[in-house]
């Protein structure tokens, strides 16, 4: 009898330690190949979190949005209204940097990003002098604002690529906003339509408390009346 507890003890603590160290393995070595894309793990000189080990963040969970009929809606103060298609968009010139995302949550990764300038699309569209905010709009009912200023100032790209991989549905594909030195809250994922305003926006998180300006290491919350 005491020997069956002691092997029973035994086999449940080799499964447990092999359980936790093959996932320990499997992060550290793993290099994500998508569609026979290779992860870019160094950057200039930058070291990159892999995707494996970077954290994500959904109010509804992962959106899977199909290439083919994507149209990204661009509308508002704009002279000419238009949806682009996937293909359109990776046709604009292409822009890459290294940014962090900082979650208000508390933590954070460092990647690679590659897209478009938003300034390109506002070339495209033609976007009005009066125009002030940006809205962005996602297929999960999520939406975030920024100032169109904040945006050109700052040459902001919509990404479509993370560490030279394609952006993975779980990370917003086909487009996730790299909004630098804001808060992940900012950084809308799956987007689908852009909106040109004069007048102020509050999205999901915005609505709910948090800090429209979003600063990285500003105030997360903001008092509202
Ligand atoms: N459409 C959409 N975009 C979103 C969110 C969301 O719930 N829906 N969450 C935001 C939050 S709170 C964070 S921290 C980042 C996480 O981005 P990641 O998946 O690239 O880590 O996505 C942001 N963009
Ligand atoms: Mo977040």
Redesign the pocket.
């Known amino acids: 009898m005491k020997q069956i507890h002691l092997l029973l003890i035994i086999s449940v603590a080799f499964t447990v330690f092999l359980t936790a160290f093959s996932g320990c393995v499997s992060d550290r070595e793993r290099t994500v190949i998508y569609d026979n894309e290779t992860e870019t793990l160094s950057y200039q000189g930058e070291q990159l979190t892999p995707i494996a080990q ?6 509804r969970g992962t959106q899977y949005i199909d290439r083919e009929s994507y149209r990204l809606r661009v509308d508002g103060l704009v002279e000419n209204p238009r949806n682009f298609t996937y293909e359109e968009i990776i046709g604009l010139p292409q822009t890459s940097k290294v940014i962090e ?1 900082n ?1 208000v949550e508390g933590w954070s990764f460092n990647a690679k990003w590659t897209g478009v300038r938003i300034a390109e699309i506002f070339e495209e569209t033609g976007v009005m002098e009066n125009a002030t905010t940006v809205i962005f709009y ?1 297929t ?1 009912g ?1 939406s975030t604002s920024l100032d169109k200023d904040y945006l050109l100032e700052n040459d902001i790209i919509l990404a479509y690529k993370l560490n030279d991989v394609t952006l993975p549905p779980e ?2 594909f086909p487009l ?1 906003l790299v909004a630098e030195d804001k808060y ?2 900012k ?4 987007i689908v339509r852009i909106e040109l305003s004069d007048s102020p926006y509050r999205g999901y ?1 915005e609505e709910r408390g948090y800090n429209n300006i979003a600063d990285v290491g500003g105030p997360a919350f903001e008092r509202r009346r």
Do not use: E, F, P, V
């Open positions: 970077q954290r994500n963040n959904a109010i995302l979650c996602s999960d999520y990370r917003g996730q992940g809250y950084w809308a994922k799956w998180w």
